[in-house]
């Protein structure tokens, strides 16, 4: 599996991934920020056991995930479910709230794990919603500040800032999901609404919030944090693919700046790795195919 592979080689070459951090230099961020480098170049390596992530065989909400667990160092699995097996776990009560992602966290790495027996201990250890993963890894790899109550508050609205960029694109994309039927729903005037006004003022404060930073990262600290790891998978998808709207993709030439964002974080070793890892899987998988 990619994530296993690929978190292997980042534990072995420990801070490898973690240069390009932008244009601030280290030494301008204080106590604070030393303090969290500090605790992230120490909390992976102290990290036992491999997790294993299940999401769909697509970026999607998963994407996030998979790259802060490479990132970050940790072991996982990376199981890519079809639909029909989804369906069958989701039937059987396999999954919490009956959705993807979900991520098992190793029993060695369960701290609380106590006297509540262990048909308790593996649902203890599931755990679900893509936020709610993507800040479990960070604070076990020092991507989430945990000794600085502000800087953690500016990541968490940062992440919480996702549903009001993009909750009108997913309703555009998955309107029947969201409980308006296809036949009732202005697909074209919503497009436009999103494009004329409601994108354009989402981004712009974006913008704002990473150029105030001053470190090329969302947050302003001198490498990615965890909200940097939620909204550039779904900014890249919008800004240069449209997210499935043709006309979505002018955006892109609108904010340069977060274009430039995207491409920074793709530029870091760890994840330019990753990316070559999966490139190289599923290359090897058409060849096997091919052969068949």
């Avoid at 070459?13 to 390009?20: A, F």
């Avoid at 694109?169 to 039927?181: D, Q, S, W």
């Avoid at 990262?217 to 900014?235: H, M, S």
């Avoid at 070793?269 to 290359?283: K, L, S, V």
């Amino acid at each position: 599996e990619t994530g296993k592979r690929a978190s292997e080689r980042a534990r072995a070459q420990r801070g490898g991934g973690r240069s390009g951090g932008g244009p601030r230099d280290r030494s301008e961020q204080g106590a604070a920020g030393a303090t969290f480098e500090r605790t992230r170049a120490t909390m992976a390596a102290e990290e036992p056991g491999e997790y294993t992530l299940y999401y769909f065989d697509i970026a999607g909400k998963g994407e996030c995930i998979r790259l802060a667990l490479h990132y970050g160092g940790l072991p996982f699995r990376d199981v890519r479910l079809s639909r029909e097996l989804f369906h069958r776990k989701r039937e059987a009560g396999e999954l919490p709230f009956g959705q993807l992602p979900c991520l098992q966290v190793p029993a060695a790495a369960d701290d609380n794990d106590d006297d509540g027996g262990a048909a308790a201990a593996p649902a203890r250890r599931m755990v679900v919603q893509s936020a709610a993963i993507l800040r479990l890894v960070g604070k076990r790899t020092g991507l989430y500040p945990l000794q600085d109550d502000l800087l953690a508050a500016k990541v968490d609205a940062l992440m919480d800032y996702d549903a009001d960029i993009f909750h009108g694109v997913r309703v555009l994309k998955y309107r029947e999901r969201f409980g308006f039927p296809a036949e009732a729903f202005d697909a074209e005037a919503v497009a436009k609404t999103l494009l004329d006004s409601v994108l354009p003022r989402h981004l712009a404060n974006l913008t704002k919030v990473l150029e105030e930073g001053g470190s090329g990262w969302l947050a302003g600290t001198a490498e990615p944090t965890i909200a940097d790891f939620f909204l550039i998978p779904p900014l890249q998808q919008l800004l240069e693919e449209g997210n499935g709207v043709e006309r979505f993709k002018a955006l892109g030439a609108q904010f340069p700046a977060l274009r430039a964002l995207c491409d920074r974080f793709h530029a870091l070793p760890a994840i330019a790795e990753y990316y070559d890892a999966r490139a190289a899987d599923q290359a090897a998988a058409a060849a096997d195919a091919g052969a068949k």
